[in-house]
């Protein structure tokens, strides 16, 4: 199991989901009471389990599981997890409660989105409406020694997206609002599947950057420490995509041409697009997906709004 120690509290879990390295992550903040951020999907349970070991975390100890949105690849494990822990309560949005209660039609709506890569995911279990907690703006869940979460909503690749920020450590936990960060290419891809909503989603990095982070731990994958240039960053990447969609269909191009045109034309993916197509979650997710989400954001949308 990989392990890698970012701050003296906090720890991210290389979940190695579907054998894949670097794709998943969950993190481990140990105060007097321990926060997971993130589950991953229900295949990836035991590999966090073991990490939990590795970390000398007891499954008691564990007091929260903050899940950023209702995804499978975010979400689906947390109910066959809280087997394993005893005394942990969920934090979640208020839009993802019901699917975490009753996963069927999140279920049904990843197999149908993802296919192949879903049952790599695995079905979710359901969570107990006693082990739920619906959390809002501002809400801050108290790890103490000096752990304290706070909730910060952050909608754009789906309407029930939070992030969670430290704010002794100034470490912002994003979920999917900042993209998927590459760490092996030191890069940001975007991660927008339909429906994805690009004009929250400007709003939402406006937000992240103004509560000041210095470290950005991603969902998909890992940690950078030059938060506010990767959340710039992003957001230019998203303008830049999205002109491309807009240009494209006044062109009536297909979406083909058009993910190709984006391809050639980011500067910060353009000579990884090939390595990227080796993953066969991410061809799904990334590279296929994510360009589905702006062309739908532009089809319903004017293009003199943006």
Known sequence: MHIKQIRK???AVDLQTGGLHNLIASYVLKGDKTIIV????????PNLLAGLGEIDIRPADVAYIALTHVHVDHCGGV??????????KVIVHPKGASHLKDPAKLWSATQEVLGEVAEIFGEP??????????????????GGDQVNLKVVEAPGHASHNLCYYEQHS???FTGDSAGAYLPEFGTVFPTTPPP???????????????LDPKILCYSHFGSTFNAIK???????QIKLWLSISYEGLKKSQSLEEIK?????????????VSQVRRNPIHQKTLLENSVQGFVDFARKNPAHLY
């Open 38 to 45: 993130e589950t991953g999907p229900s295949s990836s349970i």
């Open 79 to 88: 109910g066959t997890l809280l087997r394993s822990l005893p005394n942990a």
């Open 125 to 142: 279990e359901p969570v107990p409406e006693n082990r739920l907690v619906v959390s809002k703006e501002n809400t801050v869940i108290c």
């Open 230 to 236: 990767q959340l710039r960053d992003y957001k230019s």
């Open 9 to 11: 509290n906090l720890f």
């Open 196 to 210: 994805f909503h690009a004009d929250a989603a400007l709003i939402t990095l406006d937000k992240l950057v103004l």
């Open 170 to 172: 100034r470490v912002l």
């Open 260 to 272: 190709e045109a984006i391809f050639s034309r980011d500067p910060r993916i353009r000579d990884l």
